[in-house]
């Protein structure tokens, strides 16, 4: 079976300071990856998704960044924080092609820039 | 402009009673309708889903009912357990894109005992 991680669960990081959010995913080949972001209160922002290693598309611009150096491997990443950028974020993965296909999440990381 | 709208913030049942989780969409170009549960400090997980060119789709507890012609869809909980205490979210996927979901911002079910 499939299976996703994402780490760390929480971070706390002061304005300014880098980042770097890894997801994995078990179980499957040539995955689609995604990152989200949610806000208190709100739905799912979709920030990127790829469809193969080194295919990163972005949804929002802002300063985090997203790469995928293996084919289960994602990652987010940030040079400088902004206080804007606290929230959880959550990775997921699908199946490629196909409409309607389900994703499905990681347990996501709670993110506080202080 | 939100194209698929979960107006109801909060919900609470008995449980044991029927829990009925509605959702609107104004984008009639999507080709699939899913609901995810999310509890506290997780990711959403997928519950149930729905291609356009149905009507309904059951799955255990979980029945989902799509009315095209009103651009509405429910998911039906029967019974009610307090497991089911979650945020669900509706998500609806466009016909002419093979990742992309459009999400509404949750309901929160609670369960009362």
């Known amino acids: 079976s499939q299976t996703i991680h994402q780490w760390p669960a929480t971070l706390v990081q002061p304005v300014g300071s880098p980042l770097s959010l890894e997801c994995t995913v078990e179980g499957t080949s040539n995955p689609n990856l995604y990152w989200y972001r949610q806000a208190a209160g709100r739905g799912l922002q979709l920030l990127f998704y790829s469809v193969g290693i080194g295919q990163i598309s972005s949804e929002v611009p802002q300063n985090l960044s997203a790469s995928r150096p293996q084919d289960r491997q994602f990652i987010l990443s940030s040079k400088k924080l902004l206080l804007s950028d606290s929230g959880f974020y959550l990775c997921a993965w699908s199946h490629r092609g196909g409409a309607g296909q389900p994703q499905h999440f990681g347990d996501g990381t709670r993110l506080s820039i202080l | 402009d939100q194209q698929v709208k979960q107006n109801s913030p909060s919900l609470s049942v008995q449980e044991g009673r029927i829990s009925i989780l509605n959702c609107d969409y104004t984008n009639s170009m999507f080709d699939y309708f899913l609901w995810y549960k999310k509890y506290p400090a997780e990711g959403p997980t997928f519950l149930i889903s729905i291609s356009s060119i149905k009507d309904k789709n059951e799955d255990g507890r979980f029945t989902v009912f799509l009315n095209k012609s009103a651009k509405h869809l429910s998911l039906h909980i029967v019974p009610s357990q307090p497991g089911d205490s979650a945020v669900y979210f509706c998500?609806?996927?466009?016909?002419?894109?093979?990742?992309?979901?459009?999400w509404g911002a949750g309901t929160k079910l609670i369960i009362k005992p």
């Open positions: 998500a609806a996927s466009p016909m002419d894109s093979n990742y992309q979901l459009i």
